[in-house]
């Protein structure tokens, strides 16, 4: 289920993918959209299902970012577009109660609540350095340790 700090956490999502997809040339309506919607599985089902129930609720519509739904957060070759990394430079800048933080500090508080050796805490290490390494416009006054 969607809860107050979870739907802070979207709602910020959405705002910074707005105001940043201009850095990608995307659109900044259907950026924001699709940062509404990038959690929407958490409605239905638990933290390690929604990528997969949010794609197949937004697929069924016919939502032509669904497979952004499924990817985020995962650190993967299999299916890269831009508004995909979009969505994980804000999913990985808005903390759980939907405060703009570092990616260091997002980075933290998911090894505090997961741990270091968790597979969410590792994916989101992975998805940053890939975003610095293929974004390094939209990321340039990020550092990574």
Do not use: W
């Amino acid at each position: 289920m969607i809860d107050e700090n979870k739907l802070k956490h979207i709602i910020g999502v959405a705002r910074l993918m707005k105001e940043k997809a201009y850095v990608l040339g995307l659109d900044e309506t259907k950026m924001f959209t699709l940062g509404m919607v990038h959690d929407i599985g958490f409605e239905f089902g638990t933290s390690e299902e929604h990528h997969e129930i949010g794609y197949l609720i937004l697929k069924n519509q016919g939502y032509e970012y669904a497979l952004e739904v499924l990817y985020h957060g995962k650190p993967t070759d299999e299916y890269v577009s831009d508004a995909l990394d979009l969505l994980n430079f804000a999913d990985m800048h808005i903390d759980k109660k939907g405060n703009y933080v570092a990616f260091e500090e997002r980075l933290e508080d998911i090894k505090a609540r997961r741990g270091v050796d968790s597979p969410h805490y590792q994916n989101c290490k992975r998805v940053i350095e890939n975003l610095i390494s293929r974004h390094p416009e939209l990321c340039e006054n990020e550092s990574q340790k």
